[in-house]
T-cell receptor, first 114, second 110 residues
Framework: QKEVEQNSGPLSVPEGAIASLNCTYSDRGSQSFFWYRQYSGKSPELIMSIYSNGDKEDGRFTAQLNKASQYVSLLIRDSQPSDSATYLCAVNPAGKTSYDKVIFGPGTSLSVIP | AAGVIQSPRHLIKEKRETATLKCYPIPRHDTVYWYQQGPGQDPQFLISFYEKMQSDKGSIPDRFSAQQFSDYHSELNMSSLELGDSALYFC?????????FGPGTRLTVL
């Protein structure tokens, strides 16, 4: 079992719809969770971080964390074609020596259809 | 805002040659991470440095070494290059609020 799992996709949604991206992790002691967006051939871009259970909203993005279920998700409202990218879930493992060390999931490819 | 700087952006080498990749973190970031990303893969953690000391080691081959200097810039040294080393190499820096990635160096080994 991989430490961080995501559906590889591709996930296709029509423009203006809500895109829902899911991530599960195996390390129950994980404390910090991040979502990165990566366009093809470009570097990952940090778009959301979440540390406690519940929802965190930033513009069109909402991250949701449920530590009991070891589940973190990212909702993108009013999806735009420019949101088409690979979304990487990253989890800070327990027992880390660096506060920001993360394990990346395999990424979910999102395609927003105009 | 200042971002992570990596050089060179592109590098072409022959098998068995050596390569040096450089990373300049965001000012006041104390931690640097190196990743390797092959086509269609997620970034694979290689090594990290905190305050100029190695803090974590991932799947870094013995042929690779890295260090962080007094000005916090870091260098990844790769020797005896193999075809399989062709990939995007990212550097990221952080200060406790998540990692911020540089644009990457695309290494091609012929």
């Amino acid at each position: 079992q991989k430490e961080v799992e995501q559906n590889s996709g591709p996930l296709s949604v029509p423009e203006g719809a809500i895109a829902s991206l899911n991530c599960t992790y195996s390390d129950r002691g994980s404390q910090s969770f991040f979502w990165y967006r990566q366009y093809s051939g470009k570097s990952p871009e940090l778009i959301m971080s979440i540390y406690s259970n519940g929802d965190k909203e930033d513009g069109r993005f909402t991250a949701q964390l449920n530590k009991a279920s070891q589940y973190v998700s990212l909702l993108i409202r009013d999806s735009q074609p420019s949101d088409s990218a690979t979304y990487l879930c990253a989890v800070n493992p327990a027992g880390k020596t660096s506060y920001d060390k993360v394990i990346f999931g395999p990424g979910t490819s999102l395609s927003v259809i105009p | 805002a200042a971002g992570v700087i990596q050089s060179p952006r592109h590098l072409i080498k022959e098998k068995r040659e050596t390569a040096t990749l450089k990373c300049y973190p965001i000012p006041r970031h104390d931690t640097v991470y190196w990743y390797q990303q092959g086509p269609g893969q997620d970034p694979q953690f290689l090594i990290s440095f905190y305050e100029k000391m190695q803090s974590d080691k991932g799947s870094i081959p013995d042929r690779f070494s890295a260090q962080q200097f007094s000005d916090y810039h870091s260098e990844l040294n790769m020797s005896s290059l193999e075809l399989g080393d062709s990939a995007l190499y990212f550097c990221a820096s952080s200060s406790g609020r998540g990692q911020f990635f540089g644009p990457g160096t695309r290494l091609t080994v012929l």
